[in-house]
Protein backbone atom coordinates (compact mmCIF):
# COMPACT_ATOMS: atom_id res chain seq x y z
CA UNK A 1 0.00 0.00 0.00
CA UNK A 2 1.03 3.38 -1.02
CA UNK A 3 1.51 4.68 3.07
CA UNK A 4 0.77 8.54 1.97
CA UNK A 5 -2.21 7.74 0.66
CA UNK A 6 -3.54 5.63 3.22
CA UNK A 7 -2.34 8.14 6.15
CA UNK A 8 -4.63 10.46 3.92
CA UNK A 9 -7.81 8.39 3.93
CA UNK A 10 -7.42 7.47 7.60
CA UNK A 11 -7.11 11.87 8.32
CA UNK A 12 -9.94 12.26 6.16
CA UNK A 13 -12.27 9.52 8.03
CA UNK A 14 -11.31 10.85 11.49
CA UNK A 15 -12.47 14.54 10.09
CA UNK A 16 -15.69 12.79 8.92
CA UNK A 17 -16.47 11.23 12.15
CA UNK A 18 -15.93 14.26 14.57
CA UNK A 19 -18.06 15.82 11.84
CA UNK A 20 -20.80 13.58 12.45
CA UNK A 21 -20.21 12.83 16.15
CA UNK A 22 -18.42 15.79 17.57
CA UNK A 23 -16.01 13.27 19.31
CA UNK A 24 -12.68 11.23 18.08
CA UNK A 25 -12.56 7.66 17.05
CA UNK A 26 -10.61 5.75 19.48
CA UNK A 27 -7.15 4.79 18.98
CA UNK A 28 -6.51 1.84 16.49
CA UNK A 29 -4.26 -1.08 16.95
CA UNK A 30 -1.79 -1.07 14.55
CA UNK A 31 -2.17 -3.27 11.28
CA UNK A 32 -0.46 -6.90 11.18
CA UNK A 33 0.32 -8.47 7.97
CA UNK A 34 -2.41 -10.91 8.62
CA UNK A 35 -5.03 -8.36 9.12
CA UNK A 36 -4.17 -5.84 6.74
CA UNK A 37 -6.83 -5.44 4.00
CA UNK A 38 -6.02 -5.29 0.23
CA UNK A 39 -6.04 -1.88 -0.92
CA UNK A 40 -8.67 -2.60 -3.32
CA UNK A 41 -11.02 -2.97 -0.67
CA UNK A 42 -9.46 -0.35 1.63
CA UNK A 43 -9.96 2.67 -1.30
CA UNK A 44 -13.44 1.20 -2.02
CA UNK A 45 -14.74 1.36 1.21
CA UNK A 46 -12.91 5.34 2.12
CA UNK A 47 -15.10 5.96 -1.43
CA UNK A 48 -18.25 5.08 -0.28
CA UNK A 49 -17.72 7.12 2.89
CA UNK A 50 -16.63 10.35 0.97
CA UNK A 51 -19.80 9.77 -1.21
CA UNK A 52 -22.15 9.69 1.96
CA UNK A 53 -21.08 12.07 3.32
CA UNK A 54 -21.10 14.85 0.29
CA UNK A 55 -24.78 13.93 -0.02
CA UNK A 56 -25.24 15.88 2.69
CA UNK A 57 -24.95 19.30 2.07
CA UNK A 58 -25.01 19.91 6.13
CA UNK A 59 -22.36 17.73 6.62
CA UNK A 60 -19.97 17.99 3.19
CA UNK A 61 -19.31 21.90 4.50
CA UNK A 62 -17.76 20.64 7.03
CA UNK A 63 -15.67 17.88 5.68
CA UNK A 64 -12.61 19.28 3.24
CA UNK A 65 -12.76 17.67 -0.32
CA UNK A 66 -10.69 14.57 -0.60
CA UNK A 67 -8.47 14.45 -4.57
CA UNK A 68 -8.93 17.54 -6.49
CA UNK A 69 -7.40 18.24 -10.03
CA UNK A 70 -5.12 21.24 -9.99
CA UNK A 71 -5.73 23.91 -12.79
CA UNK A 72 -2.51 24.05 -14.93
CA UNK A 73 -1.78 26.69 -17.96
CA UNK A 74 0.37 25.31 -20.87
CA UNK A 75 2.71 27.55 -22.79
CA UNK A 76 4.71 27.47 -26.14
CA UNK A 77 8.00 28.69 -26.16
CA UNK A 78 11.01 28.75 -28.82
CA UNK A 79 12.30 25.74 -27.49
CA UNK A 80 10.44 24.73 -24.64
CA UNK A 81 7.08 23.64 -23.76
CA UNK A 82 6.20 25.47 -20.25
CA UNK A 83 3.54 23.48 -17.86
CA UNK A 84 2.31 25.67 -14.73
CA UNK A 85 0.69 23.43 -12.26
CA UNK A 86 -1.27 25.22 -9.29
CA UNK A 87 -0.15 23.01 -6.04
CA UNK A 88 0.01 25.03 -3.01
CA UNK A 89 0.41 23.42 0.01
CA UNK A 90 2.30 20.48 -1.44
CA UNK A 91 6.04 19.74 -1.01
CA UNK A 92 7.99 18.45 -4.11
CA UNK A 93 8.94 14.85 -2.43
CA UNK A 94 5.34 13.97 -2.94
CA UNK A 95 4.80 15.44 -7.23
CA UNK A 96 5.55 12.81 -9.46
CA UNK A 97 6.08 14.00 -13.13
CA UNK A 98 6.56 11.29 -16.12
CA UNK A 99 6.94 12.31 -19.48
CA UNK A 100 6.27 9.06 -21.59
CA UNK A 101 5.82 8.98 -25.33
CA UNK A 102 3.91 11.68 -26.07
CA UNK A 103 1.92 11.81 -22.51
CA UNK A 104 2.88 14.06 -19.73
CA UNK A 105 1.68 12.61 -16.30
CA UNK A 106 1.33 15.12 -12.91
CA UNK A 107 0.50 13.15 -9.67
CA UNK A 108 1.20 13.81 -6.44
CA UNK A 109 -0.50 13.91 -2.79
CA UNK A 110 -1.27 17.00 -0.66
CA UNK A 111 -0.92 16.38 3.38
CA UNK A 112 -1.49 18.47 6.35
CA UNK A 113 0.24 17.56 9.84
CA UNK A 114 -2.10 16.71 12.63
CA UNK A 115 -5.63 17.31 9.42
CA UNK A 116 -7.15 14.47 11.49
CA UNK A 117 -6.95 16.17 14.84
CA UNK A 118 -8.84 19.34 13.49
CA UNK A 119 -12.63 20.11 14.10
CA UNK A 120 -13.35 21.87 10.68
CA UNK A 121 -16.49 24.60 11.05
CA UNK A 122 -16.07 24.92 7.47
CA UNK A 123 -13.59 23.46 4.88
CA UNK A 124 -13.32 23.76 1.21
CA UNK A 125 -9.57 23.75 0.52
CA UNK A 126 -9.24 20.25 -0.92
CA UNK A 127 -6.08 17.77 0.71
CA UNK A 128 -5.27 13.99 -0.45
CA UNK A 129 -4.34 12.92 -3.83
CA UNK A 130 -4.34 14.68 -7.62
CA UNK A 131 -3.87 13.76 -10.63
CA UNK A 132 -3.61 15.54 -13.99
CA UNK A 133 -2.54 14.33 -17.38
CA UNK A 134 -2.53 15.49 -20.73
CA UNK A 135 -1.27 15.03 -24.68
CA UNK A 136 2.04 16.49 -25.72
CA UNK A 137 1.98 18.36 -29.32
CA UNK A 138 5.50 17.45 -30.35
CA UNK A 139 8.09 14.85 -29.93
CA UNK A 140 10.63 16.51 -26.67
CA UNK A 141 14.46 14.96 -25.36
CA UNK A 142 15.41 14.81 -22.24
CA UNK A 143 13.78 14.24 -18.80
CA UNK A 144 11.02 17.13 -17.65
CA UNK A 145 12.38 19.64 -15.88
CA UNK A 146 11.19 20.25 -12.65
CA UNK A 147 10.73 22.77 -10.04
CA UNK A 148 8.02 24.04 -7.06
CA UNK A 149 8.24 27.33 -6.30
CA UNK A 150 5.43 29.30 -3.41
CA UNK A 151 3.17 26.57 -4.38
CA UNK A 152 3.57 26.63 -8.40
CA UNK A 153 4.87 23.68 -9.89
CA UNK A 154 6.87 24.40 -13.37
CA UNK A 155 7.94 21.50 -15.73
CA UNK A 156 10.04 22.45 -18.65
CA UNK A 157 9.92 19.95 -22.06
CA UNK A 158 12.84 20.47 -24.51
CA UNK A 159 11.70 20.08 -28.09
CA UNK A 160 13.71 17.33 -30.07
CA UNK A 161 16.62 18.42 -32.35
CA UNK A 162 14.21 17.24 -35.39
CA UNK A 163 11.22 19.66 -33.97
CA UNK A 164 13.42 22.42 -33.69
CA UNK A 165 14.65 21.88 -37.17
CA UNK A 166 11.31 21.18 -38.22
CA UNK A 167 10.36 24.39 -36.26
CA UNK A 168 12.29 26.74 -37.74
CA UNK A 169 11.73 25.37 -41.30
CA UNK A 170 8.23 26.35 -41.06
CA UNK A 171 8.92 29.54 -39.31
CA UNK A 172 11.02 30.90 -42.30
CA UNK A 173 8.39 30.34 -44.86
CA UNK A 174 9.10 29.50 -48.39
CA UNK A 175 11.60 30.83 -50.30
CA UNK A 176 10.47 33.30 -53.03
CA UNK A 177 11.86 32.96 -56.50
CA UNK A 178 12.94 35.22 -58.96
CA UNK A 179 12.36 35.00 -62.59
CA UNK A 180 13.13 36.52 -65.56
CA UNK A 181 10.15 38.06 -67.69
CA UNK A 182 8.94 36.08 -70.92
CA UNK A 183 9.28 38.60 -73.80
CA UNK A 184 5.29 38.73 -73.99
CA UNK A 185 5.94 39.96 -70.42
CA UNK A 186 8.81 42.00 -71.51
CA UNK A 187 6.53 44.11 -73.89
CA UNK A 188 3.92 44.63 -71.23
CA UNK A 189 6.45 46.46 -68.93
CA UNK A 190 7.41 48.66 -71.87
CA UNK A 191 10.25 46.46 -73.41
CA UNK A 192 11.22 47.23 -76.67
CA UNK A 193 10.14 44.58 -79.30
CA UNK A 194 12.45 44.45 -82.68
CA UNK A 195 9.19 43.85 -84.45
CA UNK A 196 7.76 46.86 -82.85
CA UNK A 197 9.89 48.81 -83.90
CA UNK A 198 10.21 47.94 -87.31
CA UNK A 199 6.56 48.40 -87.81
CA UNK A 200 6.94 52.14 -86.14
CA UNK A 201 9.94 53.12 -88.73
CA UNK A 202 7.94 51.54 -91.52
CA UNK A 203 4.64 53.79 -90.90
CA UNK A 204 6.61 56.46 -90.67
CA UNK A 205 8.46 56.48 -94.23
CA UNK A 206 4.95 56.13 -95.56
CA UNK A 207 3.61 59.19 -93.84
CA UNK A 208 6.79 60.97 -94.96
CA UNK A 209 5.63 59.87 -98.88
CA UNK A 210 2.72 60.74 -99.02
CA UNK A 211 3.82 64.38 -97.41
Same mark, same amino acid.
Do not use: Y
Given at each position: MNPELIESMRDQACIIYRAVTGSDI?? #????? =?? =? !?? *?? !????? =? /????? #?????? *???? !??? *? *? /?? /??PPLDVILEDEELLVEVAVPGTERTDITVVCDNDTLVISGIRREQRAGERTYSHGEIPRGPFYRSFHVPFPVAGEPAVTLERGLLRVRLRRSPEEQQRKAVTSSGPQQQTENPTPTEAGKNGTDDPRSSAAESSDSGSNAGRS
Open positions: SD #AQPLT =SE =S !EA *PL !EEVTR =S /FAELE #AMTRAI *PSLA !ERV *P *P /FS /FI
